[in-house]
């Protein structure tokens, strides 16, 4: 199966002729040749997730460990979040409150327990998501920290950690035009440039498929009982649509549509150039559980 996440086609329909199609120029689903390259951990546990899909603490703090260690290199997780916090360090846990698929409460405890280990001050630490832009933690912050569950989303695409930013910005609309593809302008804003150590797309129960507004249904919602962890975010989401766009294969028969392409994927690799976009250039790294893994 092509691995591209967005095709040419995909790509000129939604921007061809505009000033994105413009800015990014020719070429911009061109071949990488002796570009850079980027590492992402993908981490599954069968058991994370408890009676009604409630996840389990305890096995969630230990995944997160896991696909950080492995992502920094190190032999014990507390030195892989020392290589990426320091006890100075004032930081922001960008989370995503979305009440239909929220970033579990869970994953958040886990997170914020290993800043608190690595020695940041507990009032240095703060969990937002509508509130950032009034939070003083995440006014101040040098570093920041960005969870959200994986999810199709209807201005967007895909509801990715580039997406989780837009909350940055005081007038969010402005970034929905021709699929969200300037949303990479977002993280060169002096509030995140620069900032983000990490980026968790939490895969416990991924919605890959919906059309319109706020959708949501149980039945393209799936307990795929994941983690995708990453430094790079563009890395990152690549590897979350195309999680997406698999099972939406394996669910239909073919790749449904969605409401626009993840167009923003590519433009913040390409024209932000916040990341790799281009799937034979992430080296995926699949621990745990691997029944019907997908990619």
């Given at each position: 199966?092509?691995?591209?996440?967005?095709?040419?086609?995909?790509?000129?329909?939604?921007?061809?002729?505009s000033?994105?199609?413009?800015?990014?120029?020719?070429?911009?689903?061109?071949?990488a040749?002796?570009?850079?390259?980027?590492?992402?951990?993908l981490?599954?546990?069968a058991?994370?997730?408890?009676?009604?899909?409630?996840a389990?603490?305890?096995?969630?703090?230990?995944?997160l460990?896991?696909?950080?260690?492995?992502?920094?290199g190190?032999?014990?997780p507390?030195?892989?979040?020392?290589?990426?916090?320091?006890?100075?360090?004032?930081?922001?846990?960008?989370?995503?409150?979305?009440?239909?698929?929220?970033?579990?409460?869970?994953?958040?405890?886990?997170?914020?327990?290993?800043?608190?280990?690595?020695?940041?001050?507990?009032?240095?630490?703060?969990?937002?998501?509508?509130?950032?832009?009034?939070?003083?933690?995440?006014?101040?912050?040098?570093?920041?920290?960005?969870?959200?569950?994986?999810?199709?989303?209807?201005?967007?695409?895909?509801?990715?950690?580039?997406?989780?930013?837009?909350?940055?910005?005081?007038?969010?609309?402005?970034?929905?035009?021709?699929?969200?593809a300037?949303?990479?302008?977002?993280?060169?804003?002096?509030?995140?440039?620069?900032?983000?150590?990490?980026?968790?797309?939490?895969?416990?129960?991924?919605?890959?498929?919906?059309?319109?507004a706020?959708?949501?249904?149980?039945?393209?919602?799936w307990?795929?009982?994941?983690?995708?962890?990453g430094?790079?975010?563009?890395?990152?989401?690549?590897?979350?649509?195309?999680?997406?766009?698999?099972?939406?294969?394996?669910?239909?028969?073919?790749?449904?549509?969605?409401?626009?392409?993840?167009?923003?994927i590519?433009?913040?690799?390409?024209?932000?150039?916040?990341?790799?976009?281009?799937?034979?250039?992430?080296?995926?790294?699949k621990?745990?559980?691997?029944?019907?893994?997908?990619?």
């Amino acid at each position: 199966m092509d691995e591209k996440i967005i095709t040419r086609r995909d790509f000129l329909r939604v921007a061809g002729g505009s000033a994105v199609a413009t800015a990014l120029g020719a070429g911009i689903l061109s071949e990488a040749r002796g570009e850079p390259t980027a590492k992402v951990v993908l981490i599954r546990n069968a058991e994370v997730l408890g009676v009604q899909g409630k996840a389990q603490g305890e096995i969630l703090q230990s995944m997160l460990d896991e696909a950080v260690k492995n992502l920094l290199g190190t032999k014990e997780p507390l030195d892989a979040w020392q290589k990426l916090f320091h006890s100075s360090d004032v930081v922001g846990i960008k989370s995503n409150g979305w009440q239909k698929l929220p970033t579990p409460k869970e994953l958040e405890s886990a997170i914020k327990r290993r800043l608190l280990e690595v020695g940041v001050a507990e009032k240095n630490i703060d969990i937002d998501d509508r509130g950032v832009l009034k939070n003083p933690i995440f006014l101040q912050a040098t570093a920041l920290v960005n969870v959200r569950p994986l999810r199709t989303h209807h201005w967007s695409g895909v509801g990715t950690c580039l997406k989780n930013y837009i909350q940055f910005v005081p007038d969010r609309p402005s970034y929905h035009g021709e699929a969200c593809a300037s949303l990479g302008e977002i993280w060169t804003l002096p509030i995140v440039k620069g900032k983000t150590r990490l980026n968790i797309l939490s895969v416990l129960t991924p919605q890959f498929y919906g059309r319109g507004a706020n959708f949501f249904d149980t039945r393209y919602v799936w307990p795929y009982k994941g983690l995708i962890v990453g430094t790079d975010p563009v890395a990152v989401d690549t590897v979350g649509a195309h999680l997406l766009q698999v099972k939406r294969i394996a669910f239909f028969g073919e790749d449904r549509a969605l409401d626009v392409p993840p167009v923003h994927i590519i433009a913040a690799d390409k024209k932000y150039h916040l990341g790799v976009s281009d799937l034979k250039r992430i080296q995926l790294i699949k621990l745990g559980w691997m029944e019907e893994v997908l990619i």
